[in-house]
């Protein structure tokens, strides 16, 4: 089975998570979970699904709740679910991985987040701290400080005025169209996401990329980052858990890479030892679809065989 060929596994939670499957290339010697982005879906990460299994790994990728191809009765597009998203995204990921342990029974599991899929990894990490072989938490911003605080005030009168399950205008406003202006002669909306003009090209032309997301959806989504940051949740990781935090210097979605380099320094300041930092100077938001990605998922696969020889 190639990843671009989705199936569907059925949740607890009662959700019908598409999935995908990218068999290692002879015996597989560790697992990766990919958990993917706000407005995008999991086969946007074929390529590096490939690659890892090109190096040896079982690779499954799957979309999140009001996401792509994954169904479920409370989460249409672009809303997690009526109520509990966070408890729901995770029960989610758990069964995933239950599923693909019960597969490869044994090998290493390693866990992988871009952006908003970062958010959902720390936090399932932080549930399940023995869980997983690595964690890798890339261009995830989990220090909204004050203007998270504003913005969750923001969205909980928007709440108050127009309900829970309507398009939110303000969780856009704050983000991707404040991020659109800061890449000067833009010619999308996007550009923000990558230099690489074919890219997002692709994500504008995407029907599942780039859609309206809820007012609850845009809650739990601070409610994430805000928690996945905090020391006492940080502090539930184990001590030598490896990490591979990534930023791009150009990404305005995590302050043009502070966000990454604040992680690295809150975990190491709660001696979690085992972290390692890479900012891309030039690269904005998507790393695994700018310029040099090919560089950024070898620098992966190479950290990650350093965690399965252990």
Request: charge should be neutral; proline fraction near 5%.
């Amino acid at each position: 089975m190639a990843f671009e060929q989705a199936y569907a596994f059925g949740s607890p939670s009662g959700a019908a998570i598409s999935m995908r499957h990218q068999p290692a290339e002879g015996k597989p010697r560790g697992i990766f979970l990919l958990s993917h982005g706000l407005a995008e879906h999991s086969l946007r990460y074929a390529p590096l699904a490939r690659h890892l299994a090109a190096r040896g790994y079982a690779v499954r990728g799957f979309d999140h709740r009001g996401h792509g191809l994954t169904t479920a009765p409370d989460a249409p597009l672009g809303r997690f679910a009526w109520k509990g998203g966070e408890a729901a995204l995770l029960a989610d990921l758990a069964a995933v991985r239950d599923n693909v342990t019960a597969e490869h029974p044994g090998l290493p599991v390693i866990l992988f987040g871009h952006s908003m899929g970062g958010m959902i990894a720390a936090r399932a990490a932080e549930t399940d701290p023995h869980a997983y072989a690595g964690l890798c938490i890339w261009n995830s911003h989990l220090n909204p400080g004050i203007s998270g605080k504003i913005g969750r005030f923001v969205l909980k009168a928007e709440r108050f005025f127009k309900g829970s399950d309507v398009p939110s205008r303000f969780g856009p406003l704050f983000t991707f169209e404040t991020w659109a202006k800061s890449v000067k002669d833009a010619r999308t909306p996007f550009d923000w996401l990558s230099r690489d003009e074919a890219e997002v090209a692709k994500y504008v032309a995407d029907p599942l990329c780039g859609f309206d997301c809820s007012v609850s959806l845009w809650l739990d989504l601070i409610g994430m980052a805000h928690a996945g940051g905090l020391d006492a949740n940080l502090a539930r990781l184990p001590k030598d858990l490896p990490i591979n935090l990534v930023g791009g210097g150009e990404d305005p979605a995590t302050d043009r890479g502070a966000a990454m380099t604040w992680l690295a320094a809150r975990l190491q300041r709660l001696a979690i030892k085992n972290v390692h930092l890479t900012i891309y100077r030039d690269m904005r938001h998507e790393t695994l679809n700018e310029r040099g990605g090919e560089q950024a998922m070898a620098m992966l696969a190479d950290w990650a065989d350093t965690v399965v020889a252990k």
